[in-house]
């Protein structure tokens, strides 16, 4: 290993595991051997810190719950996974409940479908999928993001119907309500969903052939929602204290441009790595760009050879470096305004955005202190937490007793047996 790679690593390792509680004086390495974390001198992720950066559940087009791609991840040796459903945050709960029993660290994510628009004649309009990733609390301002989210979740609806009524035109007279129920009660149906539904009607043999011969781009099935601007979904995704990756983009007809208009509007990396290598022209263009560099399976579970699994990207650990060099610093802000937000308006619903995600466990009679105390670690380094504007918080929550229904109490003394949550005080 050379210098860089060693730094790298112990960085890397450092986050990842910060949730297993090891001694502040421990050392990377001590943390990763703990882990079962092996250096194979190469420092391909394969036999280290492995990171699944796209994965996709029931609560878009996946075949598996969340709670089963964790499960799944975890027996692949995954260690971060970003569950990166179409549209929806809706499973993160579900993943992180689910973490908790594997030791794996939960990126909650999520992959926007938008639209590039032309500017020109030599541009043309085309689909363009971004991949959002924020810290553990989640997205800053969820309400405006999740409201962004469902318009494009209704435009969804609408673009499947008329997938049906295009195979209906095309002598296919698939069902509406067949579509609707692989997708499963409340869930905005994909492209995935129509084909299964194809499939199952016995139009097509397989997947593979729904989508070549008719649901692909521009086929004679295929069809367009209300998809925003690329541009705006990037814009609102820094505005929220995301990270903004584009997704695959070798799928695009026309990277260049794209590529060059998503950067001015604030993108910061986007996918080079799959599971059979770099692709070195993408590479290339992320770096003529100024974007990181990384790449995940876009796993479903729908199974087959023609799928990658879960955790088989390998990304060399400094592009794991250079990934969390960028991401770390925006999700700590965003960490610190959610926290802050709380200490100056101690509300429930600031309360709510501190535990969107997950719960967290507060002795009885604790106050906001606690919360931040033990929240934190989980996320945050101490350098990162060491600092002045986390102190002056703490301070502030000092004072601001946590008796609100959202948080699990428990009684440290009898072996953190939950407690009925109290009502939050005035």
């Known amino acids: 290993m050379t210098t860089e790679q060693t730094l790298a690593f112990k960085s890397v390792s450092e986050w990842v595991f910060l949730d297993h509680h090891h001694p502040s004086s421990s050392s990377a390495s001590d943390s990763s051997s703990e882990c079962g ?7 391909g992720v394969k036999k280290n810190v492995v990171f699944e950066l796209h994965s996709h559940s029931k609560f878009s087009d996946g075949f598996l719950s969340p709670s089963k791609v964790v499960e799944r991840a975890h027996g692949n040796g995954v260690k971060v996974l970003a569950l990166t459903d179409h549209d929806t945050m809706s499973g993160i709960p579900e ?36 991949l959002a990733y924020y810290s553990s609390c989640g997205p800053t301002r969820f309400e405006e993001l999740d409201k962004f989210l469902s318009n494009i979740r209704d435009g969804r609806f609408l673009r499947a119907k008329n997938m049906v009524l295009k195979l209906n035109k095309l002598k296919f007279p698939l069902k509406w309500e067949h579509v609707c129920r692989i997708a499963g009660n409340g869930i905005a149906p994909g492209r995935l969903h129509v084909a299964r539904a194809m499939v199952e009607a016995g139009y097509v043999e397989n997947l593979r052939q729904a989508f070549a011969r008719y649901l ?12 925003p601007l690329a541009e705006e979904a990037i814009k609102l995704i820094c505005h929220t204290g995301g990270v903004a990756v584009l997704a695959h983009p070798w799928a695009l007809k026309n990277p260049v441009p794209i590529i060059k208009r998503l ?27 100024g974007l990181f560099k990384v ?34 610093p925006i999700w700590c802000d965003a960490i610190r305004e959610i926290f802050e937000n709380y200490a100056e308006e101690p509300s429930d619903s600031n309360l709510a955005e ?23 670690p989980l996320w945050l380094t101490s350098e990162e937490m060491e600092n002045a504007e986390f102190e002056a918080i703490r301070l502030k929550l000092s004072n601001i007793p946590v008796n ?15 407690c009925l949550p ?3 005080g005035a």
Request: with cysteine.
């Open 263 to 289: 950067k001015e509007a604030g993108l910061h990396g986007m996918e080079v790595y799959r599971s059979d290598g770099k692709l070195a022209v993408y590479g290339d263009l992320a770096d003529a760009y």
């Open 422 to 424: 109290l009502i939050h």
């Open 404 to 418: 609100q229904g959202g948080i699990q109490l428990y009684r440290r003394e009898s072996g953190e047996i939950p």
């Open 354 to 376: 501190i535990m969107r995600f997950g719960r967290t466990q507060v002795s009885m009679g604790g106050c906001g202190k606690d919360l931040i105390d033990h929240c934190l």
């Open 95 to 130: 993943a992180l409940e689910a973490a908790r029993k594997y030791g794996i660290k939960i990126i909650p994510g999520v992959e926007i479908s938008t639209i590039f628009s032309p500017r020109g004649d030599s541009e043309a309009e085309e689909p363009v999928h971004i």
């Open 216 to 227: 692909y781009d521009g086929g004679p099935a295929y069809s367009t929602g209300s998809e």
């Open 37 to 43: 974390v092996e250096d194979d001198g190469g420092f």
């Open 295 to 328: 790449g995940g399976s876009d796993y479903h579970g729908r199974g087959g050879r023609h799928e990658s699994e879960l955790g088989s990207v390998n990304l060399p650990v400094l592009v794991l470096h250079d990934f969390l060099k960028v991401a770390r």
